[in-house]
């Protein structure tokens, strides 16, 4: 912004009011100035405004309504109204709640420590578009939508204790030990990432009720099983070296017992 000079303006008390007056405006401007370079604050940045004639936050907001809107289709201004305004209907801001976003913005160029480097627009980076739509936005509230979620269970010790130890009394007569425990958790938790339990399936969402002020939503699909830790566990005991040991001894004393039933029974043939 420029010093006034009193010869800009007409003679007499009006261009006297009017001289005084674009001078007042012109030493707050510069003491705004100073006080934003000592808080480190960068200037408003707007296209077709000077840098070094600056501008203020008031004339910025009113910038945005007066100017950029109605300025001519395809120059830098309107180009620069477009883009913001089109990144605010990609989000569902209706049309009355523009201004305000705008008028944050300008305050946010003004804010110290908010990282602004002057450009308004860069607020959108930022923003929260649900500040301004209490969280709905303009987009559709009711009907249906697919739906597809997949989750991986991760098996602390606890748990992988608990499947390997009962699968180890149940194939080899006893139970894992530490190294063993920690070997099939770390393997089981990386097969599992592999074979992800996933829901497909669509949800559809109807409007207010009695009983259901806030919509019904009901969901249907198919659940598809993934991994599975018990399969996992008897795979891990059958490799133990001592597995074969174990299955031999268990068919030996089934055939004994078979044969004690039946002491004539013969032909008895071990797999």
């Not at 883009?83 to 804010?111: C, H, R």
């Not at 030990?177 to 990386?190: C, L, P, S, V």
């Amino acid at each position: 912004m420029k010093k006034p000079k009193r010869s800009d303006y007409p003679k007499g008390k009006i261009g006297d009011k009017q001289y005084q007056a674009a001078l007042i405006e012109y030493e707050q401007a510069v003491k705004d100035a100073e006080a934003a370079t000592k808080l480190n604050i960068a200037p408003i940045k707007l296209p077709g405004i000077n840098p070094e004639a600056g501008i203020n936050d008031v004339q910025a907001k009113s910038w945005f309504k007066y100017s950029a809107a109605t300025a001519k289709k395809g120059s830098e201004v309107r180009k620069y109204y477009e883009s913001f305004i089109a990144i605010l209907k990609k989000a569902g801001i209706p049309e009355k709640k523009w201004q305000s976003v705008w008028d944050d913005a300008v305050d946010w160029v003004g804010t110290p420590g908010s990282g602004a480097t002057g450009d308004p627009k860069m607020y959108l980076n930022v923003w929260n578009p649900a500040s301004y739509t209490g969280g709905e936005g303009s987009t559709k509230k009711y009907g249906t939508q697919k739906v597809r979620t997949e989750t991986t269970t991760q098996y602390g010790p606890s748990n992988a204790a608990d499947y390997i130890n009962k699968t180890f009394e149940s194939e080899i007569g006893r139970t894992a030990t530490k190294e063993e425990i920690d070997a099939y958790r770390m393997g089981a938790n990386a097969a599992a990432k592999k074979e992800p339990s996933i829901y497909d399936g669509f949800t559809t969402t109807t409007g207010p009720a009695k009983g259901a002020s806030l919509g019904t939503s009901t969901s249907k699909g198919t659940q598809t099983t993934g991994f599975d830790p018990a399969i996992y566990a008897q795979n891990f005991a059958r490799s133990r070296p001592d597995f074969a040991e174990s299955f031999a001894t268990k068919n030996f004393l089934k055939i004994i017992q078979s044969l004690l039933k039946d002491p004539n029974a013969i032909g008895t043939v071990v797999e």
